[in-house]
């Protein structure tokens, strides 16, 4: 069967466990990955019956995460491909979910020099980071940067209106010499709204070979009382990536000592495993990627350096670049 769900996190809401387990096993058939609890990274919710799951649908509808009705994952299957969800979404869901207050907008938000962070994603995932050159009134010019597409950049244009309604296109690209920028789109048009006390910008953009949704949030703003002359920031944009960690020898867990395993990467390519060992020393854990048993799409060695919180471990690991990782129970 086709893996039409790769790309796919659901979340499944129903009182039946037996209609919970089926649909969790047709979506990991066709590819797709299921969650507990609805976070960022979930992108489907099942739900029915809207009025037993208030509290989740809220939360679902707060991350702009779409409800389909369970029939949506067995059409799938049956057709052998991710279908569009318009005709799967429950009835219900506008008259059961209160929608949430309007944001109080400030449009002076996308003032020169601000800067914001964010990801496109339709059939690929892209981050981006989004830099206002110049404001007259309503309009701006700026540079949007794609650090994954060697971080080539796009002279773009736009306007804000009072509303919170934010436009903008790609004019041109810059060309910058030993830059492969052939994977960038220059002539997409973006469309959002201000959210958040005007923080965070979400929309959608559509382009001749491209469309799907973006998401942005402000992480430089020249106007914000803690930005003054001479300051200087230093900033880390995350991305992240699920793992599964598998101890296979290891000593007393409640002493300290040595242990080592495997680590799975579930959504890195067609499967990714690395080796590790690491050390626990008190509340201390410290472990090293050192060895790629499967794949290619990661690296190594990586350095973990965590804390022992309770039923969790938090910290940082560090390889090309740095990042932060949780790890609990499975």
């Known amino acids: 069967m086709s893996e039409f769900f790769e790309k796919d996190v659901f979340v499944v809401l129903s009182k039946s466990k037996e209609q919970v387990e089926k649909i969790l096993e047709q979506v990991e058939t066709a590819g797709g990955l299921s969650a507990r609890n609805i976070t960022k990274k979930v992108t489907l919710v099942i739900c029915e019956d809207v009025e037993s799951f208030p509290k989740e649908c809220q939360d679902a509808e707060k991350l702009s995460i779409p409800l389909v009705l369970p029939n949506y994952v067995s059409e799938c299957v049956t ?96 060309e910058e010499k030993g830059k492969d920028t052939s994977g960038i789109e220059v ?9 958040k006390e005007s923080t965070i910008v ?62 799975v990467w579930p959504s890195i390519g067609s499967g990714n495993e690395t080796a590790f060992k690491g050390v626990k020393t008190g509340d201390n854990v410290t472990w090293q990627e050192y060895l790629i048993k499967k794949g290619s799409e990661v690296e190594v060695p990586v350095n973990y350096d965590g804390k022992l919180e309770s039923s969790k471990v938090t910290g940082k690991c560090k390889g090309s670049s740095e990042s932060f990782f949780e790890l609990t129970p499975a």
């Open 187 to 195: 002539s997409v048009n973006y469309e959002g709204k201000l959210e």
């Open 79 to 174: 057709k052998g491909k991710r279908l569009d969800i318009d005709g799967f979404v429950p009835v219900t869901k506008k008259a059961k979910i209160d929608p949430p207050p309007p944001p109080s907008v400030d449009s002076s938000t996308l003032d020169v020099d601000s800067e914001w962070t964010g990801t496109a994603s339709s059939e690929d995932f892209h981050p981006f980071i989004l830099k206002v050159s110049t404001r007259n009134a309503n309009e701006f010019t700026g540079i949007m940067e794609w650090p994954t597409l060697d971080n080539g950049k796009v002279i773009i244009k736009g306007d804000v209106d009072t509303s919170g309604n934010v436009k903008w296109e790609g004019i041109e690209l810059v």
């Open 202 to 263: 979400i929309g959608s953009f559509i382009g001749k070979s491209s469309k799907g949704k973006f998401k942005m949030s402000v992480t430089k703003r020249k106007t914000l009382p803690f930005i003054k002359a001479g300051a200087e920031f230093k900033g880390v944009f995350k991305m992240s990536y699920p793992f599964n960690m598998n101890v296979e020898n290891a000593g007393d867990a409640k002493s300290d000592g040595c242990f080592g395993g495997t680590i």
